[in-house]
């Protein structure tokens, strides 16, 4: 599923931009995203605490094949969409799949500690993380080579393949019952209210995650890639999906090393260092006019990345009781996996208002405040052992 994601974001960003020229565009494609995924994650936290949580990703998935499918039609003869109504049909489409990612993260979040013993948490989230990054290593140089060397119909139906072979392998894979729980709330309004509460009175899971928010929000440059690739470094589609993966290849690299030898001493303090050193990874990257000190940046950019993710997830899935992970994940993609798409579209704004390259310059400079603000607030984050 990651690598059908990946490779489809890499495709979809390209088709924009040939088809507008504007890396507005690129940013409209982050908030097409967010805004249903936004407003459905409290709900969909809810449902991830008394629904099945199998039944609910596999639900995603389908709707998912449904939207690449689309995306795959568009491209054929059969369609006149594209022609018509330019990227529109693109954008209604990434607007449906949004409310997928809404649903399917709480469920998945959750669902993943209900497969292993609590003792191994730690482990087992490093070893998810290495999967998916390898996967989204992979996704992102798939779509550029077979963009670039077959064009965007074959891209599409490769992606739609691997979609299909997600959700066979999925359906393989044992359900598990909804976790008993202990709670006095019985309304959905309660139940949301308490995984909110739970968050906001954590100094640690809130610090945490406050901190990845701003980070990704400002910091991130993937969105306008395809205008580093094409326009800055005067490249093609092979060269993006490159820098598309070179985060990724970073993380799952400092992902294997820490399934290792886990961050335990001082884990704090090492993830607003490492949060700081992606700040000074995207400034590298926005002047760089060399291709491989390019890809080098976002390459140290993903291990950073990674390292704050890995501790992150540890610290919530530890912290935070069985029956209460669906909401608790909610909050989270509300604070972390919605600012994705939230800092495509403020990457997309500020390219326009600021240039391309002053706009990434702005966002690491930010990055790196908000580290310095969030160590002065935050002093248990600071202290904070993983052993």
Known sequence: MTLSIQMQTVVVGWQIYDLTKDPLALGLIGLAEFLPSISVSLIAGHVADIVPRKRIILSCMFLLLFCTTSLFYFTTDLSTFLSRYNALPIYIVIFISGFARGFIGPSLFSFMPQLVSREIYANAITWNSSTWQAAAVGGPALGGLIYGFHGISISYFTDLSLMIIAITLMSF????PVPPSDESANSILERI???????FTNQLILSAISLDLFAVLF??????????AKDILNEGPQALGYLRAAPALGAVTMAVIMAYKPIKQKAGLKMLAAVAGFGVAMIVF???KNFWLSFAALLLSGVFDSISVIIRSTLVHTLTPESMKGRVSAVNNIFVGS???LGAFESGVAARLLGVVPSVIFGGCMTLLVVAVTRIKAKKLESLDLD
């Open 173 to 176: 894979v044992k359900s598990r």
């Open 193 to 199: 209210k308490v995984g909110i509460k739970f968050v």
């Open 219 to 228: 910091g991130g440059a993937v969105a306008l890639l395809p205008v580093f």
């Open 286 to 288: 926005a002047v760089s």
């Open 339 to 341: 600012s994705n798409e």
